[in-house]
């Protein structure tokens, strides 16, 4: 009698399936219980590749537009230089679903090696642009063939074991992150090299004849490093090729007739409609309102920076905005004010580093996902309130002030990024979260789309009404992505937004 309630109250005994990747990871993780650094790294490296053209385009996206010769004035650049900006997540919209149904049947490599090669081509492509429908067409055929975002988040909580996967997350959203400051550097710094670096570059050469094309290959050449990294990126799909409802076999790892009351919920919550969870739903649509304020902030800021100081703008050149948006640039008084903003933006993006790290960790283990999110939320709205009013200032003062701005900016976007991160992985079971990232990145980059577009015409619009009464000028951009806070923060808040239960 004693021989068998022992037998009932057994564990539950794990089975590894030998040419299953999945399970030589999950094996992998129980007998290494420490962070996987090795892994971490890659994804970091994948990542970063990814991210890196996102935005590059912006601090030279005004100057192409007019070298392009589309725009009649210089009020309407900001109107064409929108749907560049949208098409490619709109073409990321259009495949993302696809691509990440491709990675729960066929692996998260496969879609990532894809993902880093498209890159290479249709980035470079984008660079030797000589007609504004030759960029819009090669930045939309790269957000088709971009499905990598929806795989590594999927990819970066199953690598390591669940106490480390807000740490992974983190890593892809601080990647992300970098990337997108990262990028705009590259931009800012090597597009139209022939006018900035006359004794490097004469203007009959390849780059002064296409002067937006070396960013582009820099860009490119990162993706075929990062291409070589994916060689040492672990599967970690489960590849049983067994049916969920077939009792016989092993599920998710452990022996059919061992199957626990938890496990069979488990498996009839994996069979439900992904559009029915209201956990991955509510967390998707947070996510997507964020996502729409941080993509026009991104958009709006470049215009803003290098419209003149006379329409309310910074006269930044596309090297000051490159600079400032990756918060590692020279101050414009004298040697040494360049020194001490030099060290200071190296710390400041040091420490951005260290905060994701770090910081983020531990502020998701205290507070959770979903209060992070709202305290960062919070912060933002009046320090988007005090961008008009940097335009007043000059010299030194200016870039020190816009460069921290920058800098709480990306804190509190990575932030809620990376919340939403947490509580989409976190509402699906492993065989869905390929389609769940798909999902989202599709929803996101729909309203990503919208983003530069409507926030193109918004600041083409306020660049109009410098007199008027009522938020007049850039006043009226920033109060606009404003309110788009305010919304995504009054839909973090119960009942709409929610956890799912501890043991799911």
Request: charged content about 15%.
């Amino acid at each position: 009698m004693d021989d068998d309630a022992k037998s009932d109250t057994r564990p539950l005994v794990k089975v590894y399936h030998e040419n299953c990747p999945g399970c030589k990871q999950e094996q992998k993780n129980e007998v290494h219980r420490g962070v996987p650094y090795r892994d971490f790294i890659f994804i970091w490296i994948v990542s970063l590749c990814s991210a890196l053209p996102i935005s590059s385009l912006f601090p030279f996206l005004y100057f192409m537009i007019r070298d392009l010769h589309i725009a009649k004035t210089d009020e309407d650049i900001g109107f064409y230089a929108g749907f560049i900006g949208s098409s490619f997540m709109i073409g990321r919209a259009l495949t993302s679903i696809f691509w990440g149904v491709v990675a729960d049947r066929r692996g998260r490599k496969p879609v990532i090696v894809i993902s880093i090669f498209s890159v290479m081509v249709f980035n470079t492509l984008f660079g030797l642009s000589t007609s504004y429908w030759m960029a819009i067409i090669s930045r939309a055929l790269l957000g088709c063939l971009s499905g990598l975002l929806g795989p590594i988040k999927a990819y970066a909580s199953e690598v390591c074991r669940k106490e480390y996967q807000a740490l992974g997350l983190s890593l892809v959203s601080t990647s992300r992150a970098i990337g997108l400051i990262i990028g705009p550097a590259i931009g800012g710094y090597l597009a139209q090299p022939a006018e900035k670096y006359p004794n490097v570059f004469s203007k009959d050469s390849l780059f002064g004849r296409f002067p937006y094309f070396l960013p582009c290959l820099c860009i490119s050449l990162v993706a075929a490093v990062a291409l070589v990294t994916c060689l040492w990126l672990p599967e970690t799909l489960h590849m049983h090729h067994e049916k969920i409802d077939d009792l016989e076999g092993s599920l998710f790892g452990y022996e059919a007739k061992e199957t626990s009351d938890e496990t069979e919920e488990t498996m009839l919550e994996a069979k439900q409609s992904l559009i029915r969870n209201w956990h991955l739903i509510s967390a998707i649509t947070v996510y997507c309102v964020f996502a729409l304020q941080d993509m026009a902030y991104s958009e709006i800021f470049s215009l803003w920076a290098v419209s003149s100081k006379i329409s309310g703008g910074l006269s930044f050149s596309s090297k000051d905005v490159g600079e400032v948006l990756a918060i590692s640039g020279s101050a414009l008084a004298g040697i040494v004010a360049s020194y001490f903003v030099n060290n200071l933006n190296m710390l400041i993006c040091f420490s951005l580093l260290m905060y994701q790290l770090f910081l983020y960790p531990l502020l998701e283990k205290y507070l959770g996902p979903i209060p992070s999110t709202r305290v960062a939320a919070i912060l933002s709205i009046p320090l988007l309130t005090s961008y008009p009013f940097m335009s007043k200032l000059s010299g030194f003062l200016l870039l020190l002030v816009v460069n921290c701005a920058s800098f709480l900016k990306n804190i509190s976007s990575v932030t809620i990024i990376t919340g939403c991160n947490i509580l989409q992985n976190n509402a699906v079971s492993q065989h869905q979260r390929g389609a769940a990232n798909g999902i989202s990145v599709t929803a996101m980059s729909v309203f990503k789309a919208v983003a530069p577009a409507g926030g193109g015409a918004l600041f083409s619009w306020s660049q109009k009404r410098q007199q008027a009464f009522f938020l007049p000028g850039d006043h009226m951009v920033f109060f606009t992505l404003n309110v788009v806070t305010a919304i995504g923060l009054m839909l973090t808040m119960k009942p709409f937004l929610t956890q799912p239960s501890s043991k799911n």
